[in-house]
């Protein structure tokens, strides 16, 4: 490349090597030197890619740094960086597999926790900058016969989420964020697993736990499942009262019936 | 001169929001500083935001919505990439417009650089080569982007650590060629000249000279640090972590002689301080532009 000149895509993608793939080969060749060497200049644009998304998993992951430490921490970021780069400027939506590979790192591994408490920080992290989204409106829905409200496919709230997790990854998270290392000690790792639901309502993030069977109605609605199906594949006894709460807290945005968006 | 200045975008629209930003000084508002604006309501004349911080919903977007009944507000995006060569993301566009729809800000900027390829994003805003092809990239992007946000964008000159060899355009000239191509405006960082300056051995005030001032739309003032590199060469980081350092405040003052009042921003985005640092910060701006002030009406006068 440095005989002729690049085209702008040509350059783009040697500079991509060079900031992901620290390969400065042809990068480095289109760099005036200038008495810096252009290795030296380059560094600049790989620290910044670093420190940034670094920066960024740190605010979505605050319990999984605080477990682990800052050193650690870094060294994971690094390794789910080099791997999965970001795909877009929104790095709110940055993260999402980085519970995997917490979960095969051997440095972290005496803490089987923390893959459930990183799952449980990316729904927290999805709920708080979720779009917004008006809550369903219940009158309508109470308009629809009994026959046909069983036919009814739900949207969920964009910051709904469930995670399941081996150990009690909500007190974990709780215990750590609020640096209560006395209610941490008193945390027994081995009473799992639970379900959990998170949700942002009016004043911040919820996060609370649900029965299995509660668990999966919710999670077979939130998946679009007819009402009438998600009873059947999850026959959970208290699924009136569990709706009627999902539908007050505003955990659905809309619905549809025969494949028409009702919102 | 002014003449030869396409006016698709005439002077007027660059203000076009419901509450215009006003040519006194503001400060960039980040997430540490959110509920102190709410609730103490500090003395400052606009505030400017990176619209990436917004484009989810919740607590953040609500808060700016109320802190936008009192104050103008600017929108400053960080990841349009307007020198991609794979083209805009439609998606991310799509993102800024609904941001600029629900804030109705008084100004909208972006920066000439590039941040992603082959669906990378990578996390900088990094520098161009300053060639006819980049040149026609970037205002191809710039002519996008207004049509979709229907109204005027502010181009911001970036800072860079390297310049590439087979640039061929002089970097204030590629400026002033997109402004007068696209006719968008042009986000003058004074911090960003001077670093880039020392860094490639610009004369800053050569460079000021050459920017159109019926272009320039807002200023951005913030500090920088000195890296050491091995053999004794330092770069010069625009890390707008520091106050604003002399020597940009007297190419500030050249900058005002030359472009008249426009709106000034401090940005600090390393170890953000006190609001009460940045207040400081922006005084000095102020009486910088009331200063500008005095010298455009004596000029009038005489």
């Known amino acids: ?263 | 001169m002014i003449a030869d200045w396409p006016l698709i975008f005439p002077a007027a629209s660059l203000r076009s929001g419901r509450s215009p930003v006003p040519a006194k000084a503001g400060i960039g508002l980040r997430f540490p500083h959110h509920q102190a604006v709410v609730d103490t309501h500090p003395e400052v004349a606009w505030l400017e935001v990176h619209t990436e911080n917004y484009m989810g919903g919740g607590t953040s977007l609500r808060c700016l919505e109320t802190i936008r009944k009192d104050y103008p507000v600017s929108l400053h995006g960080v990841g349009l990439s307007l020198g991609s060569a794979d083209g805009l993301d439609a998606a991310h566009l799509a993102r800024v417009k609904g941001v600029v729809e629900r804030i109705d800000p008084g100004l909208v900027s972006e920066h000439l650089s590039w941040s992603i390829v082959g669906g990378t994003y990578l996390a900088d805003l990094l520098p161009l080569p300053m060639t006819e092809e980049a040149l026609d990239v970037v205002c191809r992007h710039v002519d996008q982007t207004q049509a979709c946000l229907k109204r005027r964008l502010l181009v911001e000159n970036p800072s860079s650590y390297l310049r590439f060899r087979h640039s061929t355009i002089p970097e204030w000239e590629f400026m002033a060629l997109v402004a007068k191509r696209t006719g968008c405006g042009i986000l003058c960082d004074v911090n960003n000249i001077y670093v880039s300056a020392c860094n490639h051995g610009w004369d800053a005030s050569a460079y000021l000279a050459a920017l159109p001032p019926s272009a320039i739309g807002e200023i951005h003032l913030a500090g920088h640090s000195v890296k050491q590199l091995d053999g004794g060469r330092t770069l010069r980081i625009d890390d707008h972590g520091s106050r604003v350092a002399p020597e940009v405040w007297a190419l500030y003052a050249e900058a005002l002689a030359r472009f008249g009042p426009v709106p000034t921003l401090i940005e600090w985005d390393t170890d953000v301080p006190p609001l009460e640092v940045l207040m400081d910060q922006a005084a000095r701006a102020e009486g910088a532009l009331k200063e500008a002030q005095r010298e455009r009406a004596r000029a009038i006068a005489a």
């Open chain 1, 1 to 263: 490349m440095n005989a002729r000149v690049p085209s702008l895509l040509e350059l783009q993608r040697a500079v991509r090597r060079s900031v992901v793939a620290r390969d400065d080969a042809e990068a480095g060749g289109c760099v005036v030197a200038g008495g810096i060497e252009p290795e030296a200049r380059l560094d600049i644009y790989r620290n910044t890619f670093a420190s940034v998304l670094t920066n960024a998993l740190r605010l979505s992951y605050p319990a999984v740094h605080r477990l682990v430490g800052a050193e650690c921490f870094e060294g994971a970021a690094r390794l789910f960086i080099d791997e999965q780069p970001p795909q877009s400027a929104c790095l709110d939506e940055y993260g999402a597999n980085f519970p995997e590979t917490l979960a095969r790192l051997e440095a972290v591994a005496a803490l089987a926790y923390l893959p459930g408490v990183a799952r449980l920080e990316w729904a927290v992290s999805r709920a708080l900058h979720a779009p917004d989204a008006e809550p369903l409106d219940v009158a309508r829905l109470a308009a629809f016969a009994e026959n046909d409200q069983a036919r009814v496919r739900f949207a969920p709230h964009p910051s709904a989420g469930l995670v399941r997790a081996d150990h009690p990854a909500d007190a974990i998270w709780r215990s750590v964020l609020e640096q209560d290392d006395a209610a941490l000690a008193a945390i027994d790792p081995a009473s799992g697993p639970l379900w959990l639901l998170v949700h942002r309502a009016a004043t911040g993030v919820e996060v609370s736990r649900l029965s299995e069977i509660a668990w999966r109605f919710t999670e077979a609605l939130f998946a679009g499942c007819p009402l009438r199906s998600a009873l059947e594949d999850a026959p959970c006894v208290e699924a009136e009262a569990l709706l009627a709460e999902h539908l007050a807290a505003g955990r659905f945005a809309g619905f549809s019936l025969d494949d028409t968006a009702i919102s």
